[in-house]
């Protein structure tokens, strides 16, 4: 499969990734990509950048060594009610915005309610993918979460990075796997995150791509084949 883009990234000004903006961008031309994302974490997360990093994206340009950079963040989802930890004159700033539960700022709920907070997210007009929602981090009920995607066209990430073995996601496989016969079933095309944290793990799909193989997941419904498809996805067309 033909792979243009990889837009779940991080750089050292997340606090806990390894290597810089010009390294990642180098890495992403080295590996022949069109388009990469570098989405810091918002201040949820220990240790990460401050807001004033975002508000001065604007002086780093949008083509490096021949790829385009779309700078944006991963921005936490901070309970069951789909409560956000950035609104919506922070996001204003962003080429991209993902939305994601992580451990260290998410206070969890029943799954009824986990399901419920993050259709809301699913449904904010603001954001553009739901980052790694089958690592297991919130108990979750995947139909309701597929069928408002396709409505809202708000893209689920499949993150390989969720399904390292060392990562110990123990209900990553098996959520995926769910996650990809859904959206098969429905029609719901999906993006591919590396969730990189250093420079050499752009665009490496090799945990996913035995679970992609499993379910005979059309290729028509993964839109990082193509930068095209992907941005007239998310009403980006050029």
Do not use: W
């Not at 390292?164 to 995926?176: C, F, G, S």
């Not at 793990?201 to 499993?214: C, F, Q, V, W």
């Amino acid at each position: 499969m033909n792979i243009e883009l990889d837009v779940h990234t991080h750089t050292v000004a997340s606090g806990h990734a390894f290597s810089t903006l010009q390294e990642m961008a180098m890495a992403a031309s080295e590996k022949g990509l069109k388009l990469l994302g570098i989405t810091e974490h918002t201040p949820s997360i220990p240790g990460t950048c401050e807001p004033i990093y975002f508000r001065n994206l604007h002086v780093v340009p949008r083509v490096m060594y021949g790829v385009e950079l779309m700078l944006g963040a991963e921005i936490n989802v901070l309970d069951a009610k789909g409560s956000l930890d950035v609104d919506e004159d922070f996001m204003s700033m962003l080429d991209l915005r993902i939305a994601g539960v992580h451990s260290l700022c998410y206070r969890n709920g029943r799954k009824e309610d986990n399901t419920e907070g993050l259709v809301r997210v699913i449904s904010n007009p603001n954001i553009d993918i739901i980052s790694h929602p089958g690592d297991g981090t919130a108990l979750l009920d995947f139909e309701p979460l597929v069928l408002a995607s396709k409505e809202h066209r708000t893209l689920l990430e499949i993150n390989n990075s969720s399904l390292k073995p060392v990562r110990h996601k123990l209900a990553a496989r098996d959520n995926n796997l769910e996650i990809l016969r859904l959206c098969k079933r429905y029609d719901v095309p999906v993006i591919l995150g590396s969730d990189a944290h250093i420079s050499f793990d752009i665009a490496d799909y090799g945990y996913l791509r035995p679970l992609l193989n499993d379910v005979e997941f059309p290729e028509g419904l993964i839109v990082n084949r193509s930068v095209s498809v992907f941005k007239s996805y998310l009403g980006r067309a050029e």
